[in-house]
């Protein structure tokens, strides 16, 4: 598999072999769901309670007699039915999200998205991606120079500079190979990985 590497410009200067199990693989689309749709589930946090018919603050107390008033039988003012009363299944937050997937499957989708973006060229490659300084303006003009306004940047490792004057760019995100996720792959409409982050995700993934 060839991949287009660009310069400071933009422009496509030469190709990089790269391994075909991870940039050659066909397009599943179920897959791909899967693998997002459980990274999203494992990154949720049960951290919502409510409150259920027998922990709600309201008298036990029959509200009124059984026969006679034209009403409603009611028993307790906590009923579910009740404004105010408690929740016939009430979230907990030992409510458990996550989605098993085995770790052949995670490396396919991977490789099913990298390879997709190759295919929509979408996934470019650089030498290198560093600033001098850490100033969002000296990276916000690299960025634009290199047509990229809404990219994800995967480098072998995060720099302090490229870390801190990348940060407050909303469209923009720069993280390290080992952090690539399935779901960040397919969020961003380009994908920039330097040449180093190449080899380590070939060995990583594939």
């Given at each position: 598999m060839e991949l287009k590497v660009i310069n400071a410009e933009g422009q496509a200067v030469e190709s990089l072999s790269a391994s075909d199990v991870l940039f050659g693989r066909e397009y599943n689309e179920a897959l791909v769901h899967q693998v997002v749709t459980a990274y999203l589930a494992n990154a949720r946090s049960g951290n919502r309670a409510q409150k259920?018919?027998?922990?709600?603050?309201?008298s036990t107390?029959?509200?009124w007699r059984q026969k006679g008033t034209g009403r409603a039988r009611a028993g307790m003012a906590s009923s579910p039915i009740w404004?105010?009363?408690?929740?016939?299944?009430?979230?907990?937050p030992e409510e458990n999200f996550s989605h098993k997937v085995n770790r052949k499957m995670f490396r396919a989708g991977v490789s099913t998205i990298l390879s997709q973006l190759v295919r929509d060229s979408r996934l470019v490659v650089v030498d290198?991606?560093?600033?001098?300084?850490?100033?969002?303006r000296e990276f916000a003009s690299k960025v634009k120079a290199m047509g990229l306004d809404q990219a994800l940047v995967i480098t072998k490792e995060l720099d302090e500079n490229l870390y801190l004057s990348s940060r407050n760019l909303p469209n923009?995100?720069?993280?390290?190979a080992a952090q690539a996720d399935p779901y960040s792959l397919v969020r961003f409409k380009k994908v920039v990985i330097t040449r180093d982050a190449i080899k380590q995700l070939e060995e990583q993934w594939a």
């Open positions: 259920g018919r027998s922990e709600v603050a309201k107390r029959k509200p404004r105010g009363g408690g929740k016939i299944f009430p979230n907990s290198s991606f560093t600033v001098d300084s850490p100033k969002t923009v995100l720069v993280i390290e």
